[in-house]
């Protein structure tokens, strides 16, 4: 009978504690939200976290994108050849730059960088009891450490996103251009043919939301980290792999939201 049982029960469990970190991660969200319409706002914690998380995180976004909208022409050349359809590249590279890839591998690109550097902090600020002083200094750290760092994600990666769907259709273009034997001329009239208002907004808009649950979810980790040096690790790893999978549910989610219809 405990043959039957206890697969059984070890999955509930396991639907609970997901149930009971779920409502907690709610919960910390909601109280770091609530900061914003209470001052006093730390101005210089979110210009810090913004250039943080915006301006350093610029390199690796930009060639992420430009070698993805790269490999995107070449792969749609290849299989699109079969067809006699090449002609359809530039669309497809502009379609899937704005609408997926831009906001998907910044948001992983930045879950790696930033989520992880901001669980790290605030973890060994945990566990080095510098939280504690805050509180002891009348310092919310809510509102000190968490606030600013989820304004600041949500803000920078939707601009990171907009330089990488550029640098994305660019990477296609140059690709298109110099090897596969594309006319310049033609390839940018077929690319702002096929560009549309609204993929670029649900990309921005996808961002916004990615920026906010990477910052969530490296706060969330590192404030409520434990047990030393290797809580910090257990909280660092966390937060990147809770991350990128929040980032790829939302976007599944967002999309067939947006473009279900």
Same mark, same amino acid.
């Given at each position: 009978?405990?043959?039957?049982?206890?697969?059984?029960?070890?999955?509930?469990?396991?639907?609970?504690?997901?149930?009971?970190?779920?409502?907690?991660? @709610?919960?910390?969200? %909601?109280?770091?939200?609530?900061?914003?319409?209470?001052?006093?706002?730390?101005?210089?914690?979110?210009?810090?976290?913004? +250039?943080?998380?915006?301006?350093?995180?610029?390199?690796?976004?930009?060639?992420?994108?430009?070698?993805?909208? @790269?490999?995107?022409?070449?792969?749609?050349?290849?299989?699109?050849?079969?067809?006699?359809?090449?002609? @359809?590249?530039?669309?497809?590279?502009?379609?899937?730059?704005?609408?997926?890839?831009?906001?998907?591998?910044?948001?992983?690109?930045?879950? =790696?960088?930033?989520?992880?550097?901001?669980?790290?902090?605030?973890? *060994?600020?945990?566990?080095?009891?510098?939280?504690?002083?805050? *509180?002891?200094?009348?310092?919310?750290?809510?509102?000190?450490?968490? *606030?600013?760092?989820?304004?600041?994600?949500? +803000?920078?990666?939707?601009?990171?996103?907009?330089?990488?769907?550029?640098?994305?259709?660019?990477?296609?273009?140059?690709?298109?251009?110099?090897?596969? =034997?594309?006319?310049?001329?033609?390839? +940018?009239?077929?690319?702002?043919?096929?560009?549309?208002?609204?993929?670029?907004?649900?990309?921005?808009?996808?961002?916004?939301?990615?920026?906010?649950?990477? @910052?969530? %979810?490296?706060?969330?980790?590192?404030?409520?980290?434990?047990?030393?040096?290797?809580?910090?690790?257990?909280?660092?790893?966390?937060?990147?792999?809770?991350?990128? +999978?929040?980032?790829?549910?939302?976007?599944?989610?967002?999309?067939?939201?947006?473009?279900?219809?």
């Amino acid at each position: 009978m405990n043959a039957v049982l206890d697969p059984i029960a070890a999955l509930g469990r396991a639907a609970l504690g997901l149930i009971k970190q779920a409502g907690a991660l @709610a919960l910390f969200a %909601l109280e770091a939200l609530s900061h914003l319409v209470r001052p006093p706002f730390y101005w210089r914690i979110f210009f810090s976290s913004l +250039i943080e998380t915006g301006f350093f995180s610029l390199p690796v976004v930009a060639l992420t994108a430009l070698f993805s909208g @790269a490999v995107i022409a070449l792969q749609s050349y290849v299989g699109f050849g079969q067809y006699h359809v090449q002609s @359809a590249i530039a669309g497809i590279v502009v379609l899937a730059v704005t609408r997926e890839l831009g906001p998907v591998l910044a948001g992983l690109m930045v879950a =790696g960088r930033v989520g992880a550097a901001m669980s790290a902090q605030i973890g *060994t600020m945990r566990v080095t009891d510098q939280i504690d002083a805050l *509180t002891t200094l009348s310092t919310d750290p809510m509102k000190y450490l968490v *606030t600013p760092r989820l304004l600041a994600g949500t +803000i920078a990666l939707p601009c990171l996103v907009l330089v990488a769907d550029i640098l994305g259709v660019m990477g296609g273009f140059t690709v298109s251009v110099a090897k596969l =034997g594309f006319s310049p001329s033609t390839y +940018i009239t077929a690319t702002l043919d096929s560009l549309k208002t609204m993929d670029v907004v649900v990309g921005l808009v996808k961002a916004a939301v990615f920026g906010f649950l990477i @910052a969530l %979810l490296g706060c969330y980790n590192g404030y409520n980290s434990r047990g030393g040096a290797e809580g910090v690790g257990s909280a660092t790893t966390a937060a990147v792999v809770g991350a990128s +999978i929040l980032l790829l549910l939302f976007d599944y989610l967002l999309t067939d939201l947006f473009f279900s219809q």
